[in-house]
């Protein structure tokens, strides 16, 4: 089957600081796409991704990618802010198409059958991990197993009623899936924001699923949302950063797990990051850090870590469960 992975024209750049640049500074390649096209691939299906959130193409221009490609199944992504804009394309595509149109991401996870419920031309939505997801819900399209079977995903039925089957299992064991697959992006669309960075070209990795600490009240990643912390070993991320990242002349990645920093996990992949001479980045949690994990890192090419202060106030940390002092 050949599917058409889009994310939404949303102008990130320009809807918080008025940019009107063609290309939008800030956007990174989508990490969970490509680890859907891998998987997709792996059972034998061809995947195109049409990146509108990072280069703004309009709604024609999105349609007629898809129809240049023969899309036989159209996958769209969205957070909150960008769901609107994706409703509005799928309406727009369900006008001129008949391909079956699922959407997800962390939008469909926070708010599930609403989805379906305010965009009525989606005709199935996937919640929670879409790797072996997206897989069986292509396989149902193609008459092999029942829409009912497929874990994980909300669906119209020929009635037109909603039907939510049962969730799916978090993949407890990341080492399990398949690289991204990065060898579909268009590198030369991604721009990260200035002082974010030292080298060009400059990527983006993740390493772990959920938070470890997973408490601050405001965050995705607490409460009811949340999903159970998991995380690749090191040796997965540096064959990852072997074969997929060095190879596109990367110079600098940018992890964005939650909380990079974590005492043993660190030991093992410093000592095994030196021989790629990249500099990187990461977020970290001010009470997890100590002097001679930095100085770890450091020997390794990261040069910043990134520390969510979300206040000076400690009655304000204290409400949002920050459990750290001002």
């Known amino acids: 089957m050949k599917i058409t992975f889009i994310t939404p024209p949303y102008d990130n750049t320009g809807s918080g600081k008025g940019s009107k640049a063609k290309i939008n500074y800030g956007n990174f390649p989508p990490l969970g796409i490509l680890y859907l096209v891998s998987a997709l691939r792996k059972h034998g299906h061809e995947c195109r991704l049409i990146d509108a959130s990072s280069i703004s193409l309009n709604h024609q221009e999105i349609l007629e990618q898809v129809e240049e490609f ?40 926070a708010v599930k059958t609403r989805v379906l419920e305010e965009s009525p031309g989606t005709d199935a939505i996937c919640i929670g991990e879409g790797e072996h997801t997206i ?12 829409m009912e079977e497929v ?4 669906f119209r039925d020929g009635d037109g009623n909603i039907v939510v089957n049962p969730s799916r299992p978090l993949i407890m064991d990341l080492d399990t899936l398949e690289f991204p697959a990065r060898d579909i992006l268009d590198d030369s669309i991604y ?25 601050c009240t405001f965050c995705f990643e607490a409460g009811n949302h949340a999903f159970k912390f998991r995380r690749h070993s090191p040796e997965y991320v540096i064959r990852e950063i072997e074969e997929t990242i060095v190879p596109k002349g990367i110079r600098e990645l940018h992890f964005w797990d939650d909380i990079f920093i974590n005492k043993k996990w660190i030991e093992s992949f410093t000592d095994k990051m030196k021989k790629f001479g990249l500099t990187w980045s990461c977020y970290g949690w001010p009470t997890y850090v100590k002097k ?14 990134f520390y969510g202060f979300e206040s000076g106030d400690q009655k304000l940390l204290d409400l949002i469960d920050k459990r750290m002092t001002h």
């Open 135 to 146: 897989v069986d819900y292509v396989a149902a399209l193609q008459g092999d197993m029942p």
């Open 292 to 305: 001679e994990m930095l100085e770890q890192i450091a020997s390794s090419g990261c040069w910043a870590v």
């Open 70 to 109: 023969d899309t036989e199944l159209i996958g769209i992504s969205t957070m909150t802010p960008s769901a609107p804009l994706a409703y509005e394309l799928v309406g727009f595509l369900k006008k001129h198409l008949s391909t079956p149109i699922i959407v997800g991401g962390v939008h469909c996870n």
């Open 151 to 154: 874990e994980g995903i909300c």
């Open 191 to 215: 721009r990260p924001l200035p002082g974010s960075f030292k080298r060009s070209p400059v990527t983006s990795m993740i390493t772990s699923r959920g938070c470890p600490y997973g408490n």
